[in-house]
C-alpha cells in the first residue's frame, strides 16, 4: 500500500462533510475525478470516501452502479449519513483518482426507474391505486399497487397511457426544494424530510419525490411493457419492463415465435389453432390408448390364478396398465404388489391389517434409492434402476409373505 494513504485510515468518518453526489447534477456523467477523503478496512475489502461521486449508491429501489476506480472494480456502493462508500478488494495507489460508471447498467436503471414513476403516476390517475412497493431487480422491475386484483383491461389501460406519455416524449425536471416549495408540485407521496427534497416531475404524467437517477425525457424510457400481475399481500404486484429490457425480450419471444412457425407450419395468427387442434389430437389418443390399456389388463389378468397374494414384475407393460390390471386382481386376492421395468415403478395394495404398506415404503424405498409413500393399504414408488426397482420389490415380497 502506498503511505500516501495511510492517513485516510485514521480519519473521523463523523467529522466529514456529506459526499457531493455528482450523478443528482449530470446522470449521464460516465467519468470524474475525485479525491480520497477516508479508507475504511472492512474484512477483506475496503470502503473508499470521496469527496464528490458519479457512483450512485443503492437505495430508493434502485441499486447501485458498478465501475472502476483507477481500474480498481467498484463491486457495490452504500450510503449512510451522507456519506457514500465505494466497496473495492484492492486500493488506488494515489488519493486522487479517476473514476467511470458501467453506464449500460447506469442508463438501464434510468429507464426502469423513469418508467416505474411513469405507470405508477398513470396508475394513481386512473384508478386511484398508490405504489405500496418498488424494486428493480435482474429480470423484472416491480411495482405493488394497493387494489386487489387489477384486471386486464385495467392493465391494459394503464400500460397504453403510460406509452402514450413516453412517445410524447414528455420532459423530466428534477428539482430540489423545502417544505414550503414542495408545496408548488403535486406530488403524490407525503414526504416527511423538510429540506433538500428532490422531486421528480414527468410532465402529465407523475410527480414524486425520489432519490434515484432519471432520464431527461420519457421518450428515452423508449417503452413499456407490463408482462404479469400477481395477487401480493392484499395488492397487485405488477412486472414490468422498459426500454433496451423490454427490446430484449421482444426478440426472445419473437425468437420462440419464429420457431414455433416453423415446427407448425403455420402463420403467426394460426399458431394457437394448430396448438389447440394437437391438444385435441392428443386428448383423443390418450382416450383411445387408455381403452387398449384396460383390455390389455383384462386379458392378462384372466391368466393369473387368485392367491392370498399376488406378485408380478413385468419387463414389457408400461405403469398406466399395471394400475388396471391392479384393480382387477384385488377382485382375487387380499394382497397385490405389481411392478414394471420399463417406467421402473410399483405398486401395492393390500386389505390385510396386518401389513402396513405405506410404513415399508418410508422406511426402507429411499435404501434402493427410490422415492414415493403411501397409506397403510396403499403405496407405490420409482426408482432410478431397473435393479432398484427388483431388489426393492424382492425386499418387500420377504416383508409380507412371512
Known sequence: M???LNDFFEVDIANLNPTNKLYYFNPYMVEASSNIVAILKDKDFYKIVLDETIFYPEGGGQPS???EIEEIPVFDVKEKDGIVYHYVNELPKSSKVNCKIDFHRRFDFMQQHSGEHALSGVILKLFGGANKGFHIGEQFVTIDINIKDM??????????????YIFENQKVDQIVTDTEGLKAYPIRKEITAEEDIRVVSMGEADCCACCGTHVRNLGEVGIIKIIKAESYKGMT?????CGYRALNDYREKNDIIKSLKK???AEESMILTKVQKQREDISALKKQSDIIRKDLAKNISLNIKADETIALIFDDIDFPTLAHIESILLEKSNTVILATTIDNKITAVTKNDAINLGQFFKSNIKTYNGKGGGSKDKAQGSFETKEDIIAFYTSLMSEVVK
Not at 384486471?151 to 397504453?160: F, G, N, R, S, V
Not at 404486484?237 to 419492463?241: A, D, G, K
Open 237 to 241: 404486484r405488477i412486472s414490468f419492463l
Open 2 to 4: 502506498n503511505n500516501e
Open 65 to 67: 452502479d458498478r465501475g
Open 263 to 265: 415446427e407448425l407450419s
Open 151 to 164: 384486471t386486464e383491461e385495467m392493465l391494459t389501460e394503464a400500460e397504453k397511457e403510460t406509452n402514450r
